[in-house]
């Protein structure tokens, strides 16, 4: 029945109503039908979709890494770093913003 929705085109927020369980539920047993090849992998086509949790499963699987955390970007860094990134913070923004605002910065100068 699943592998019929996911076929037709359905989300998995579709499927879940249609089923009457939760998205996380209809998700979990999309992901066992493509791990066990009932259904095709994820096509990456949809990868600029707005929900950013499936965006980021989704780039996790194209490139075979995890995503890690902010914590765990910290902890690859020299105390002499920590102190020097935490002091940069600007009031009212989290580490995280912080560490992307950096990112966002490489990304825009590698696109000019």
């Known amino acids: 029945m699943i592998v019929e929705m996911i076929n037709s ?12 369980i939760t998205v996380q539920a209809a998700r979990g047993r999309i992901r066992r039908l493509r791990e066990n090849g009932k259904l095709p992998p994820v096509p990456f086509k949809h990868l600029d979709n707005s929900d950013p949790h ?13 995503g890690g955390s902010i914590r765990d970007m910290i902890a690859a860094l020299t105390i002499a770093e920590v102190r020097w990134f935490w002091s ?16 966002r910065d490489a990304y825009h100068e590698d696109q000019t």
């Open 9 to 20: 085109g359905m989300s998995s927020r579709q499927v879940a109503d249609e089923m009457g």
């Open 54 to 66: 499936l965006t980021i499963a989704l780039m996790r699987a194209k490139y075979g890494t995890n």
């Open 88 to 103: 940069q913070i600007p009031k009212g923004m989290h580490a995280g913003e912080f560490a992307a605002s950096f990112i």
